[in-house]
């Protein structure tokens, strides 16, 4: 359970850095 939690706020901290960086390349 928690090395899930751990999974899925990494993929969400990558997805936000992912999503700021596009935004700006925009």
Request: aromatic fraction near 12%; charge should be positive; avoid cysteine.
């Amino acid at each position: 359970m928690r090395l899930s939690y751990r999974l899925v706020s990494g993929l969400l901290v990558l997805a936000s850095i992912v999503g700021m960086s596009f935004a700006l390349y925009l």
